[in-house]
C-alpha cells in the first residue's frame, strides 16, 4: 500500500460572490516552485467561472484574485465554466475545460500565451445527439463494449427524450498530455462510463466527421473502463498524465454506489509511454478515499475528486477537490506509487 498524507484544506469559498458556494477541482500547473491554480469558482445558483491562485511551494498561497481569470462568455457555456486542466506544450498554455449551457455538459479548449489573456476555442467534443451517438456507437464491435455506454440514451428513451434534438453527448473530463508524442497532441477524454484517447495533428482535425468516425470505431479508443468494485459506476481522468521512466502515471477518478450514494475515490494507472493507449496496470484499490468530515460533507458529500498535481523532488502533491466546496491536498513519494503499480498483474 502507498503512504498517504493528507495535508488538508488549501483553498475555501470566500465572501466574494463569484467563489461563495464552492472552490474545488483546479487546473494545476507548475513552474519551478511556483504552482498555478486555475481552480472552479461556484456562486449562489450554481454558476461557474475559473478563479486564480498561486502558491510558493506545494501549498503556501502568495496571490488569489479577487475577480475570475475566465467567464462566461457564450451561450454553450452560460452556465458554467468548470474543472479545467492545463497544459503548455511549446510556448502555449492549453486550458481544456467543462462548457455547461443548463443542459449540455461537453469539452471546450482556451489557449493563453500568460495566463492572463485567454483565447476561447469552442467545443472540442462530439457535437452529436443521442440518437446519432446510438447509431455511431451500433457499428461499434458489441462483444467489445460495456453495455453502459448505451445507458444515457436508454435512460432517455424511457423518458422520451432519445430523439432531443438539443441533449448532446456529455463529454467530460478532457485532459492533454503534456506533450506531443510522435508530432500529435493526445488528449483524453470521458464518454461515460470509460476514459477514451483521441490522437490528432491539429486542432481542425476534430471536426463532426472525425468524431463520427471516432464513435463507429469507439471499442478502438477506450483506454481504461470500470474494472474493480471502487470504480464500477464509472471513472474519469484527473490531472496530466505525468512522464515516468515506466509509464505515463495517470491519477483518475472511479466512483461506485453505496447505499448512501456515490462515493469518488482518487485512482492510480500506468500507461505505456510511447503509446498511451496501452494500460500496463493500475491500483486495484484506491489510491485515497473520503475519510475526513470535508470529504465526507459539503455540497456534494463523499467526493475527492484529483485534478493536479505538483512535484517537488520525489513527493507528489495531488490537488484535489473536497465534498465539491474546497480544495485540498495529499502527498506521497512517487517512487513508491510507481513501484506498486509495477508491482501489478
Request: charged residues 25%.
Amino acid at each position: 500500500m502507498v503512504t498517504i498524507e493528507k495535508l488538508g484544506i488549501i483553498l475555501s469559498p470566500t465572501e466574494r460572490a463569484f467563489e461563495s458556494t464552492g472552490v474545488l477541482n483546479p487546473g494545476v500547473y507548475q513552474e519551478g516552485n511556483t504552482v498555478h491554480f486555475l481552480y472552479r469558482a461556484v456562486q449562489k445558483g450554481n454558476r461557474s467561472t475559473i478563479g486564480y491562485a498561486r502558491t510558493e511551494g506545494p501549498i503556501k498561497i502568495v496571490e488569489r484574485t479577487e475577480k475570475p481569470i475566465i467567464t462566461q462568455d457564450f451561450d454553450y457555456e452560460k452556465q458554467g465554466v468548470e474543472d479545467a486542466r492545463i497544459v503548455k506544450i511549446e510556448d502555449t498554455y492549453y486550458i481544456t475545460y467543462t462548457a455547461y449551457d443548463g443542459i449540455n455538459a461537453m469539452g471546450a479548449l482556451a489557449t493563453s500565451k500568460d495566463l492572463i489573456h485567454f483565447e476561447k476555442h469552442g467545443i472540442i467534443t462530439p457535437k452529436v445527439n443521442y440518437q446519432e451517438y446510438e447509431t455511431h456507437v451500433n457499428f461499434c464491435n458489441a462483444s467489445k463494449l460495456n453495455p453502459k455506454y448505451h445507458e444515457y440514451y436508454n435512460l432517455f428513451a424511457q423518458i422520451g427524450l432519445e430523439t432531443d434534438e438539443t441533449r448532446l453527448l456529455r463529454d467530460k473530463d478532457v485532459v492533454l498530455f503534456p506533450r506531443k508524442i510522435k508530432g500529435q497532441f493526445v488528449l483524453l477524454h470521458r464518454i461515460w462510463p470509460g476514459i477514451q484517447i483521441v490522437k490528432f495533428d491539429n486542432w481542425n482535425k476534430l471536426s463532426l466527421s472525425f468524431w463520427e468516425n471516432y464513435l463507429q470505431n469507439l471499442t478502438d479508443h477506450i483506454i481504461l473502463d470500470p474494472k474493480d468494485a471502487y470504480e464500477m459506476s464509472y471513472i474519469g481522468a484527473g490531472g496530466p498524465p505525468i512522464e515516468t521512466p515506466y509509464g505515463w502515471l495517470l491519477i483518475y477518478h472511479g466512483v461506485h454506489e453505496t447505499t448512501r450514494g456515490k462515493i469518488y475515490h482518487a485512482k492510480a494507472a500506468l500507461l505505456h509511454l510511447e503509446k498511451p493507449e496501452m494500460e500496463i496496470s493500475r491500483l486495484p484499490y484506491p489510491l485515497f478515499s473520503p475519510t475526513k468530515q470535508w470529504e465526507i460533507e459539503g455540497e456534494v458529500n463523499d467526493i475527492v475528486f484529483p485534478t493536479g498535481h505538483a512535484l517537488f523532488e520525489n513527493d507528489l502533491y495531488i490537488y484535489y477537490g473536497a465534498a465539491d466546496k474546497h480544495i485540498a491536498v495529499a502527498k506521497m513519494n512517487i517512487n513508491e506509487l510507481l513501484l506498486e503499480l509495477r508491482q501489478q498483474p
